[in-house]
């Protein structure tokens, strides 16, 4: 089985974090990356991406067998494909995969973990789009955590 990592990073660091911050997204595989860094017009407002992209892999989760992420402010897009079980990452001409959602999951879910592990990465607490952030993290989280308590792993 192929290996996903999900990085994330915001183009000004210096800053405290601002829902419209401009940040890159890269999905790192064996062989190659899908990343919003390969051209200038993929910049990405990194928060607003990170919850479409949980919510396209939630329709995954509940049995669709495709689902198109497109990043916030970008022309960056990835196309998830289900086939029997497997999920394949297109964009920028090239086919990834087979992944099981789970890896996938898993993957985004760490991903997002080493980001906002940086406190410069912490949106403000009463900032408009920290309830919705933080909710999509839950529901990664949560389905995370349904696969687990299913199989009976821990």
């Known amino acids: ?10 183009c000004d660091q210096d800053d405290m974090a601002h829902v419209f911050d401009l940040g890159d997204l890269a999905f790192v595989f064996d ?12 910049a990405t407002m990194v928060y607003l991406s990170l919850d479409g992209l949980v919510y396209c892999l ?3 989760r509940r049995g669709a067998k495709r689902c198109t992420f497109l990043a916030a402010d970008s022309s960056f897009v990835v196309l998830f494909e289900q086939e029997k079980q497997r999920i394949y990452l297109s964009g ?14 898993a993957a985004v879910d760490a991903g997002i973990d080493h980001f ?19 909710a999509s993290r839950l529901e990664l989280k ?4 349904a696969k687990r308590a299913s199989t009976g792993a821990g």
């Open 92 to 105: 920028q001409g090239k086919r990834y995969g087979p992944f099981v959602l789970d890896e996938v999951l």
């Open 116 to 134: 906002i592990a940086d406190p410069r990465n912490a949106l403000d607490p009463d900032g408009a789009m920290h309830g919705d952030f933080h």
């Open 142 to 145: 949560d389905m995370l955590a």
């Open 58 to 60: 939630s329709k995954l």
């Open 31 to 42: 062989d190659g990356i899908l990343s919003t860094q390969a051209q200038a017009r993929y």
């Open 1 to 10: 089985m192929a290996m996903l990592t999900l990085r994330i990073s915001r």
